[in-house]
């Protein structure tokens, strides 16, 4: 018998009349690791929402306007296009963006500031979306645009090692180095499985203990790759993220979104 969710009461029944309960997640999350062409659909069904809602984002920042206002903004477009609910507030500016935090406040945005958002979407269907991009207010600092071209950088060369038949273990190893200011407010992982919310399997930083460095990545898969770069102490942080679908030429970017010409002029 499999249920999807059991209460108290079920779980305790069950157990008094002598049932054997197991967790079905290891077979279950293996099962969901390679999408079905109807599940891919699905996804690119998606992937326009989150232009959409990127788009109206961005439109939206000004000077003056709260980090809640523009969580409206993105949320609003969400749900008038089909999907569920927002599962993180993550939109921060200017000394929010470091350390890194997932939650918007009423803090107003002013010129000059970094302002970053991860749309963490539940959309159409339950499909999880987690596309991340940060932003310039006005002329950014040359510090500002240094952080961000590191983060680029960083993110355009860990996306092209995606391809099928390559390890968990050997994407840590093959990873670009992090620049090392950036290192002890890293973020927990480089890449993790997405599907009806956030999968295995995972690559963490090479330092780190790697949860499944014998995983094959196959064809049909999809991935997030994404990193915080943020100096202890300073006042800018970055954040930065794709979705990914592997194929069989190596992957595709679900919803390319630009990256900020200001920030890397």
Known sequence: ???????????????????????????????????????????????????????????????????????????????????????????????????????????????????????????????????????????????????????????VEMTSLVRPGITCGELAELAPALPARFSAQRYECFFHGIGLEEENPSVCHPDDEQPNPETELEEGAALVVELYAGEPGARDGVKLGDELLVTTGGHRVFAPYPFSETLLA
């Open 1 to 155: 018998v499999a249920v999807d969710r059991l209460g108290t009461p079920a779980f305790l029944a069950l157990l008094e009349r002598g049932a054997q309960v197991q967790d079905s997640a290891p077979v279950t999350q293996q099962a969901r690791r390679v999408k079905t062409p109807e599940e891919i659909e699905l996804f690119d069904v998606n992937a326009a929402l989150i232009m959409e809602m990127l788009a109206a984002f961005e439109g939206a920042i000004a000077p003056g306007v709260s980090e809640r206002e523009l969580l409206a903004v993105l949320s609003d477009v969400m749900v008038r296009g089909g999907g569920e609910y927002l599962a993180t507030t993550t939109v921060c500016s200017g000394p929010n963006t470091n350390p890194w935090r997932a939650e918007a406040t009423d803090r107003r945005i002013e010129q000059g500031d970094l302002v970053f958002v991860d749309t963490d979407t539940v959309g159409i269907e339950g499909c999880f979306f987690c596309v991340s991009r940060t932003l310039a207010v006005g002329a950014p600092t040359a510090e500002q645009r240094a952080i961000y071209r590191e983060s680029h950088e960083w993110l």
